[in-house]
């Protein structure tokens, strides 16, 4: 099976696999701070504690090696700012891949997540048989919404969704990024 680089150097920017217990003090103390910047889009969040983020990074190993989740430390300036990953659902084709990602808010507005969005649809479109990729988001989280527009995903569609933290609206926003789409994306629309 062909997987992604497990480190991914961007300038100053780095992404790379999670290292296990070695992460755990500093990705917890990032969610801790960034607790009230997550609570209104991140179910996870009602449900955070020591023991929840142990048992994240205790499967992220298995999970890479079955190519059902990729996930990725989000690394500036050597301290640990959020978490992203390329993500098979239970629900997601063979020939597609959802990133998903967070940071931490002194991380926002820096470019941080639209990087590393990008580096996460190159790091797809290498796996084989991968048609596309989707951003999934609910409407009313803008800012998230901004990265794959700025990407040159399209919106796709939208439906119905459980609202599961308390700023969702109970619908979500399906951006699509094609692979003849991501062809044509230069590194200024990166930025």
């Given at each position: 099976m062909d997987l992604p680089q497990q480190v991914i150097?961007?300038?100053d920017l780095t992404l790379r696999a999670f290292n296990g217990e070695a992460d755990l003090p500093e990705l917890f103390r990032v969610i801790e701070e960034s607790l009230e910047h997550l609570?209104?889009?991140m179910p996870w969040v009602a449900e955070h504690s020591l023991g929840r983020t142990t048992d994240f990074l205790a499967g992220?190993?298995?999970r890479w090696a079955s190519g059902d989740e990729f996930t990725y430390a989000i690394v500036l300036?050597?301290?640990i700012v959020g978490a992203c990953g390329l993500l098979r659902?239970?629900?997601?084709?063979?020939?597609?891949?959802?990133?998903g990602y967070w940071l931490h808010p002194a991380a926002t507005g820096r470019g941080v997540a639209t990087r590393t969005a990008r580096a996460l649809v190159d790091q797809?479109?290498?796996l084989p048989g991968i048609g596309y990729v989707e951003v999934v988001h609910?409407?009313?989280n803008v800012a998230s919404g901004a990265v794959p527009a700025r990407l040159g995903f399209t919106e796709h569609l939208r439906r119905p969704a459980e609202r599961l933290a308390p700023a969702e609206t109970g619908?979500?926003?399906?951006w699509r990024l094609t692979r003849r789409q991501a062809g044509t994306l230069t590194a200024a629309e990166a930025c």
């Open positions: 150097e961007l300038d609570r209104p889009w992220r190993a298995e300036d050597e301290a659902r239970d629900d997601t084709p063979d020939n597609a891949r959802e990133i797809a479109f290498r609910d409407p009313a619908e979500v926003q399906i």
